[in-house]
């Protein structure tokens, strides 16, 4: 040995000790194995609101947001708004081609849009795709970002994307296939295909996750921390998705009202998230999570005295009715305690199986990360109307989001994160905040060059 | 041992232009250090303060109100007092008093929040029995800003930021020294910068054409020139400038194999669909002229021959000295490695990417003495991963880098390194 090999190899073992792992380039090849609990009706994203990650596999959309809600671009390379934000023109990407290999044309991409958005006008003009609405749209790229926007060819009852993975294999409701795409324009995927199990139990999903059948399977909320804590890879998103109650009407009386309101002041939704989620959600006051808005907290939170005591004002207090759904086991547990803190609040609520309920519990994903876009998505998933905004300022975000809780409609519970659990396996898995997965940049640690 | 700078070949091609003595290239990094490690300001918040006083007093009108300011941001505990004392004297200058609750007509929560993209600053206003009137105000939040070196040990690792981009950034060279003149390699084209009375300003920038798409986790080489300014080499794509500034760059289709280390030596061919070398040699390493596919390479010179240093697609490191291809035991190296020249040690490190948890990697510096990886510094972090490490022209210094994993953006530094104390 040399001179200096000895205090080398001195220094080495306390040097080794600074390096946890190693930094591996990605690989190529591999069949990844994924299960999910819905099994999505149609594959056409304007159609199915359950496509979840499967979207961006499949399609493109014109504008992807990034990890801080700015439009970046996707299948259009370019884009600019007419004084006025009014009309939008977006310069196509050259090269993309369908998975039938036909191009995606200004035509085709034009038609698509029209199909998803029946009161826009939107043609074709060179290789531009113009959009038309009826008042200024600020936001308009972020909304073209939104999965019911993605370019989708229809030819009968078929549908193609132009995203980075084509169906091999499809059995409806069970399982399906996607195999990358060689010439696909952002770069082929890192693994050759993706075998997805369809319609799931979240139990089921577990066992196939421990006997190593499957490498990634999705995690119930209130199961993260549990899952986590027995040594599986969780990786979640920040909460995204709206826990909350729903009414179908407007409030028919000024006791109705006072009724709503002492009810929303007795929700104990401290308690959900750390009992009930188990930390797996955020307790909402606004529609709107707090990461997203930064003033959210400016909204009521639980009050039972003050609750007491509207429910005092109400001569005559009406018996609600609460209905979930049947197949989600954390709505199950969340109506049941919600019920306990009506009661409290001296309020009587009945939960039921029947569709005719007098408030209903629903979950809806946020959709995407621009604040006053998910505020439209959201407002349009309740049939609410849709909120405008005067301008891009945080206040009028705040005067639109306040309008709809001021309707008494709809009373936030929590914001649920959205989680994956993840083998070791694979690599480079990405879930954004929003809960949006990149599966084309994940890959397999046993792959082959 | 060579000397730096006679190996260096980036000045050849202008030929008024002087050969630069080591002192004034000595000169003309501290200078760029000085210019580009500047510590980052404060953010200057005094837009905002004096935004949401105003519209607090509009609210308020002048008066004596209770004042209480929260934070709930990632501001630091010392700039949120600069905050809280410079609001409270907006306020003063708009007649908003901060008194006790005994004196008060009111109260005023102010919070400062954030959301994904900016701070959020909401005032809740609360006046007699009317209802909470809320305002707010938002400003930008700063990037991040750099992760700190590590103390040292053996030799020591410095990173310089060299840019920022929002485009992947695949590799950087040195164009030019007088004026300071940088190129960076990108997916879509060469951009050159040149240093300006203190300030880097784009100069040119030169769009690469190609048919194909790119493959993911790009790669590509900016290899400096003699009769012309530079090469670039992508998966599957040549390009070449012309001699003089203003720039011309022709690109075409092309599977030549890139240049593995400084100088004229050994090339590999690139997989043109794919991140990694095939593991054919041009011309060889003595007699051989395959290994296993491979991420990158480093040479490490011996008395009689040169070790070259591959880092597999299999995992493995693999060393070739032109009789043997030996491969040492699964480590913990990353994918990829540079050569660099110092003062120190045996005079050649390695820098070797690595992982510190999930979301920051880091590079470290090894020997190889006898044939065995020898840790002889400490990692320094990036925060984010690592996306390219090459050896730079001079052969003393690396290229690296890291996408931040909380902005997003592609940071470039230079890697240099000395001898620890």
């Known amino acids: ?449 | 041992m060579p000397n730096v700078s006679e190996n260096a070949v980036y000045n050849a091609r202008i030929p008024h232009m002087r050969v630069p003595s080591p002192r004034f290239l000595a000169i003309t990094f501290v200078v760029l250090c000085v210019l580009l490690c500047a510590p980052v300001r404060a953010t200057d918040f005094r837009t905002p303060e004096e935004q949401l006083s105003r519209k607090i007093a509009a609210v308020t009108g002048p008066g004596a109100l209770v004042v209480n300011i929260v934070n709930r941001s990632s501001v630091a505990q010392a700039e949120f007092e600069q905050i809280r004392r410079g609001v409270l004297n907006e306020l003063a200058l708009v007649g908003v008093r901060a008194v006790g609750a005994e004196q008060s007509a009111g109260a005023i929560e102010i919070s400062l929040s954030e959301n994904l993209r900016e701070y959020v600053w909401v005032a809740e206003i609360h006046q007699g029995s009317n209802e909470v009137s809320i305002v707010m105000v938002t400003t930008p939040r700063p990037d991040s800003t750099v992760m700190p070196e590590h103390p040292a040990t053996s030799v020591v690792i410095h990173k310089t930021l060299l840019w920022t981009d929002d485009n992947r950034i695949l590799d950087v060279a040195t164009v030019s020294t007088n004026p300071l003149r940088v190129a960076f390699l990108e997916p879509q084209g060469v951009m050159l910068v040149t240093l300006q009375s203190g300030h880097w300003q784009q100069e040119q920038s030169l769009p690469i054409e190609h048919l194909h798409p790119w493959p993911r986790d790009l790669r590509g080489r900016l290899i400096l020139r003699k009769d012309h300014l530079f090469d670039a080499y992508l998966p599957g794509i040549f390009c070449r400038s012309t001699a003089n500034v203003p720039l011309a760059l022709s690109c075409f289709e092309s599977d030549d194999p890139w240049p593995l280390a400084p100088g004229p030596g050994l090339s590999a061919f690139f997989t043109p669909n794919r991140n990694y070398f095939t593991g054919a040699l041009s011309p060889g390493i003595e007699k051989q002229t395959t290994t296993k596919p491979f991420y990158s390479a480093a040479m490490l010179p011996r008395d009689k021959y040169k070790l070259w240093i591959f880092t597999g697609v299999d995992g493995q490191v693999h060393l070739l000295d032109g009789a043997s291809d030996q491969t040492l035991p699964q480590s913990e190296w990353g994918s990829d490695i540079a050569g660099t020249q110092s003062a120190c040690g045996t005079g050649w490190q390695v820098l070797v990417t690595g992982n510190r948890d999930k979301i920051s990697e880091t590079v470290q510096a090894f020997e190889v003495p006898d044939r065995e990886l020898v840790p002889v510094s400490q990692s320094i972090e990036f925060g984010g991963h690592v996306t390219a490490l090459w050896s730079e022209a001079d052969g003393a210094t690396a290229i690296a880098v890291a996408q931040n994993s909380q902005t997003g953006k592609y940071e470039a530094y230079r890697l240099s390194i000395t001898c620890a104390q």
Request: aromatic share 6%; glycine share 8%; with cysteine.
């Open chain 1, 1 to 449: 040995m040399k001179r200096i090999g000895f205090p080398l190899l001195a220094l080495s073992s306390v040097l080794w000790a600074g390096i946890a792992g190693a930094a591996t380039r990605a690989h190529y090849g591999g069949t990844l194995h994924v299960a999910m609990r819905t099994a999505p009706a149609s594959l056409d994203p304007c159609e199915s609101g359950q496509l979840g990650f499967l979207s961006n596999l499949m399609f493109d959309t014109l504008v992807l947001l990034d990890d801080q809600g700015r439009p970046v671009s996707a299948l259009a390379s370019s884009w600019q708004a007419e004084p006025g934000n009014q009309r939008w023109q977006f310069v196509l990407r050259r090269g993309v081609t369908f998975q039938d290999g036909t191009p995606v044309t200004p035509d085709t991409a034009a038609a698509s849009l029209r199909k998803s958005n029946p009161t826009w006008k939107v043609f074709s003009e060179g290789d531009a795709i113009i959009i038309e609405r009826d008042s200024p749209v600020s936001n308009l790229p972020a909304e073209l970002a939104l999965p019911r926007n993605s370019i989708v060819k229809r030819d009968g009852g078929k549908v193609a994307g132009s995203g980075p993975f084509t169906i091999a294999e499809l059995e409806p409701g069970k399982n399906m296939v996607l195999s990358a795409r060689e010439d696909y324009w952002g770069g082929r995927p890192f693994v050759d295909a993706i075998e997805i199990e369809l319609g799931k139990s979240f139990r089921d999903q577990m066992i196939s996750f421990d006997l190593g059948r499957t490498q990634v399977i999705e995690v119930a909320p209130e199961q993260i921390r549990r899952a986590a804590a027995e040594g599986r890879q969780v990786e979640s998103s920040a909460p995204v998705e709206l826990m909350a109650l729903v009414f179908p009407r407007d409030p028919q009386s000024p006791d109705d009202a006072r009724q709503r309101r002492a009810f929303a002041l007795s929700l104990d939704r401290g308690l959900l998230k750390s009992v009930v989620l188990q930390d797996g959600a955020q307790p909402a006051g606004g529609l709107l999570p707090n990461w997203m808005t930064g003033y959210s907290f400016v909204f009521p939170a639980m009050d039972l005295a003050l609750a007491r005591q509207v429910r005092s004002e109400i001569p005559h207090t009406t018996s609600w009715t609460l209905s979930y759904d049947a197949l989600d086991p954390t709505a199950r547990v969340v109506a049941e305690r919600i019920a306990l803190n009506a009661r409290d609040a001296g309020l009587g609520l009945q939960i039921t199986g029947g569709s005719n309920a007098d408030l209903r519990l629903i979950r809806i994903s946020l959709g995407s990360l621009d604040a006053p876009t998910a505020l439209g998505e959201l407002a349009a998933r309740l049939g609410f109307s849709q909120p405008s905004f005067i301008s891009e300022s945080i206040d009028d975000l705040y005067v639109a989001e306040n309008k709809l809780l001021q309707s008494q409609r709809v009373i936030p519970l929590l914001h649920l994160r959205t989680a994956w659990a993840v083998s070791g396996s694979v690599k480079n898995w990405k879930t954004t905040r929003d809960g949006q997965l990149n599966i084309a940049d994940a890959w397999l640690a046993a792959g082959k060059p």
